[in-house]
Structure formats: structure tokens, C-alpha cells
């Protein structure tokens, strides 16, 4: 089956662009770049350059594809609005006409828990959680712009869309997250926001591929499926500290004890917000309001509609994908 993967470049995209391969399936890929990345191998796959958000996609890529997967995304906590909306929503929009133009049935949608912020504490949180209504952060509110627009587009028998939404991936592969963490950490620029004690999910490359699968599986079952997101996790919050300073022990790291209350660490994001838009609005500030509230709260979430509806399971738990992770992170 032919296979479309946007943003295949990126973690997530390259990690299933390799497992839809392995698969048998023909797989093309979109990118910005002129070329992929030389780190990441593409024998097998069919590379295309193209920006979403200029609404100019190649036929090549479209013309006889059966799925499309959308991954391509802008994220980071920048605080340029503008740029946000463009790539993630912009983007996911072009891409749908562009899939209703070319008669392409399928696509699949990676979106985020973030769509559902609200500057609180989520436990347990499931589908029928609202979207959230603030642009405290331009990456999730234009992502919920977005899978509203993929959601919107569902046409039983003839247009099938789903939205996947993955907390926190990481793995081999990943170069942002955990890396950067990390760094942070070697640097002395990292601590421990609020009480410490909040938990959170963190869902493996593996377990986010396989739910992937899960999802294209249950559309090529089933011409009734779609139309809906789920909130896909490893059903394993962790404290998020303690948990990284399991990692720092694993790595031979000393433990992080620093400590920034979470209201000081707030306020401290509104004055950087600010700042930055004034004078550095393309990049990120070391901290905002949003990414306080990631620190702080708890954010974890219910993986039952997935279970129900498209037979995901996590196929790792999380001490597996830390051992299996460890080798990666220790040669960063």
C-alpha cells in the first residue's frame, strides 16, 4: 500500500516511516529540507521537499496513496503566534484539500495532549476533555486548530481521519526532549519546579509507532472508523523528578535538587513571554507560563477509547523502554 508520512524527517515520522517499510508497504515521505538529514537512512523510501504551509504539495506523493499519516509539525514554546498557526494549521489544511483533491481515503492525524491545556492539573483525563480556549502557548492552540480541522474533515466511506495524541515521546532517535533535559542538567541550568511530586505520562517511540499502526489498521477495517482522537500513553505516570533523577543515577549523573516554586517560575515565563516577543520573537524563552505548568502539574491521561476502539496496548512498559532508551542517551 502506498503511504504518505509528513515530517517524515522528524522523531516520530522517521521512526514509523522505517516500521511502515519494514512492513511492505511503498512509503514517500514529505520534508522541508532539500535532502534528508545524512544521520538518518531513507534507503527504501521515496524523499519529497515540500513546505505544507505554501499549499503547493507535489503530485507525486499524493497520486495513488492510500493513507496518509501527518506528523509534520512546528513545536517548541516560542511565543510568535503567527508561525505556529501557519505551519500546524495552515499546513494540516493545505494537506486535507490537497487529500480530498487527489481522492486519497485515509489520514491519520499526530496530535498532542496539549489540546486540551487549561493551566491546571489533568488525572486520568479522557476525549471528552474540551478543547482549550487560551493561546497561553501558540503550539497547542494552533494544534487544536488543527485536529479540529482534520476531525471536521471526516467523511464516512469516503474522507476517514483520526487524531493520535501522544504525551511526551521519547526513545532512540530523539534528539529534543530528554537530550535537552539532560544538557540542561550538565549545564546546572535545570530544577525542580513546585512540589516535585507531580506525575506525568511519557509515552515510548515503540508504544507511539505501534498506536500508529493500531489506528491505520482499525481505518482500513472498518469504512465507519475515524472521526475521533485518542489520548494514547504508556497507562504509567511517573513522577516526573524522581523519575529523572532515576535517568541522571542511570546516566552518572548526580541527582538535581535544586527547587523553583511554581509561582515564581510562572511569573518568571510572563516576564520572558514578554521579553522575548519583543526582542528575540523566533525563539524560544528559557521558560514561559505553559512550560511552568508542565513542570508543576500533573498531566497524565486515560488510553481506554484507544483500548476500545483501535485495540491499542502499549507494547513496552516504562523500566523496558528505559533500558532499551539507555544506550542512545548515554552516547548523546
Known amino acids: 500500500m502506498k503511504i504518505l508520512v509528513t515530517g517524515g524527517t522528524g522523531f516520530i515520522g522517521h521512526a514509523l516511516a522505517m516500521q511502515l517499510l519494514d512492513g511492505g508497504h511503498d512509503v514517500h515521505v514529505i520534508g522541508r529540507s532539500a535532502s534528508p538529514s545524512k544521520e538518518k537512512c531513507f534507503q527504501g523510501i521515496a524523499y519529497h521537499q515540500c513546505n505544507l504551509a505554501e499549499g503547493s504539495i507535489p503530485k507525486e506523493p499524493l497520486s495513488g496513496t492510500e493513507l496518509v499519516f501527518h506528523i509534520a509539525a512546528k513545536a517548541g ?64 492552540h494552533s494544534k487544536a486548530l488543527a485536529e479540529k480541522a482534520v476531525l471536521e474533515a471526516h467523511s464516512p466511506g469516503r474522507f476517514q481521519t483520526m487524531a493520535l495524541r501522544p504525551h511526551l515521546v521519547w526513545g532512540e532517535g530523539d534528539r529534543h526532549l530528554l537530550p535537552q533535559v539532560i544538557q540542561r542538567h550538565r549545564a546546572k541550568k535545570l530544577k525542580i519546579v513546585g ?25 482500513l477495517e472498518s469504512d465507519e472508523a475515524g472521526g475521533k482522537a485518542y489520548f494514547i500513553g504508556q497507562e504509567e505516570p511517573v513522577r516526573l ?14 541527582p538535581l535538587e535544586r527547587r523553583i516554586p511554581f509561582p515564581v517560575a510562572y511569573f518568571a515565563g510572563l516576564f520572558l513571554e514578554k521579553a522575548w516577543g519583543l526582542f528575540q520573537p523566533g525563539d524560544d524563552p528559557p521558560m514561559t507560563r505553559f512550560v511552568a505548568c508542565q513542570l508543576a502539574h500533573d498531566h497524565w491521561f486515560s488510553s481506554q477509547a484507544a483500548k476500545n476502539e483501535i485495540g491499542y496496548r502499549p507494547l513496552r512498559n516504562m523500566d523496558d523502554c528505559l533500558e532499551k532508551s539507555l544506550p542512545w542517551l548515554s552516547s548523546l
Not at 106 to 111: D, E, G, M, Q, W
Not at 244 to 253: A, S
Request: include cysteine.
Open 77 to 140: 514554546v516560542g511565543v510568535s503566534y503567527g508561525d505556529y498557526y501557519t505551519a500546524n494549521y495552515l499546513g494540516t489544511t493545505n494537506l486535507i484539500e490537497a487529500c480530498n483533491a487527489h481522492g486519497i481515503p485515509r489520514l491519520i492525524h499526530t496530535s498532542t495532549p496539549s489540546v486540551v491545556f487549561s493551566g491546571e492539573s489533568i488525572r486520568g483525563g479522557d476525549e471528552s476533555m474540551p478543547y482549550l480556549s487560551s493561546r497561553l502557548s501558540p503550539y497547542a
Open 195 to 219: 512540589a516535585g511530586e507531580n506525575l506525568v505520562d511519557l509515552t515510548h517511540i515503540d508504544n507511539v509507532c505501534h498506536a500508529h499502526a493500531c489506528g491505520m489498521n482499525a481505518l
Open 241 to 254: 523528578w524522581p523519575w529523572l533523577n532515576q535517568l541522571f543515577g542511570k546516566l552518572g549523573l548526580p
